[in-house]
């Protein structure tokens, strides 16, 4: 999963831009889902805007659309075992990712 560290590249002007580079380079998508055993599912959610989010201390920004695809993604596996992983916990969650 990306973080703002794998968005924080000065060799690109856009998180856009990073972000397909990161792709490239990793030959797969920023949110993704493996079946593991027949009842455990694991979801990745990356962040995918690091500039562009001015609210942010780091924590992880989801798009609608990849809020969508996930709920869509949990609910095409209910009554399995979800695992999800982040980079750092989502903004809006309330859980801060650096401490005071």
């Keep these: 999963v990306t973080g703002n560290h794998d968005l924080e590249s000065v060799d690109f002007v856009s998180d856009e831009e990073n972000l397909e580079a990161w792709k490239r380079s990793f030959d797969t998508e920023p949110c993704w889902v493996r079946e593991v055993g027949s009842n455990t599912v694991l979801i990745g959610l ?5 500039r562009d ?6 924590e992880v920004w989801v798009s609608q659309e ?4 996930f709920e869509r993604t949990v609910a095409e596996h209910a009554g399995s075992n979800v695992m999800v992983f982040t980079h750092a916990p989502i903004l809006g969650c309330g859980l801060k990712a650096l401490q005071k």
């Design 46 to 50: 990356s962040t995918t805007r690091f």
């Design 53 to 58: 989010s001015p609210g942010s201390v780091h």
């Design 66 to 69: 990849h809020f969508d695809w």
